[in-house]
């Protein structure tokens, strides 16, 4: 059973800095994905960023420029560095790990809360 745990949200400025972290129970470098998704109040999950178990990355437009994926393989980590924060990213972040053989498999971890104050 793939546990991820993830910490790191809280309440910052706009303009201010935050880096969401995720613990996997598991070796990421299994998982074919990690990635971090948010979800609003009253909105749907979306997808915000991911990185390759070979180490290519992937953005929403909103975050681009903004927003840093990276993991530590060794930690069983990801880590989600967000800068130049503005309210519309206040969210609930969820780490998410796929795995695409033998079937797709998504997992989940309980989410932590970022709210941007403006």
């Known amino acids: 059973q793939v546990q991820l745990v993830e910490s790191g949200g809280g309440l910052v400025q706009a303009g201010g800095s935050l880096r969401l972290s995720c613990a996997a129970s598991?070796?990421?470098?299994?998982?074919?994905?990690m990635g971090w998704y948010r979800q609003a109040p009253g909105k749907l999950r979306e997808f915000v960023a991911v990185?390759?178990?070979?180490?290519?990355?992937n953005y929403a437009d909103p975050v681009k420029g903004r927003f840093t994926i990276s993991k530590d393989n060794a930690k069983n980590t990801v880590y989600l560095r967000m800068n130049s924060l503005k309210p519309e990213d206040s969210a609930e972040y969820y780490c998410?790990?796929?795995?695409?053989?033998?079937?797709?498999?998504?997992?989940w971890g309980q989410g932590t809360q970022v709210t941007v104050s403006s």
């Open positions: 998410n790990a796929r795995e695409f053989y033998p079937t797709r498999k998504d997992y």
């Open positions: 598991v070796s990421i470098f299994r998982m074919n994905e």
């Open positions: 990185i390759t178990n070979g180490d290519s990355t």
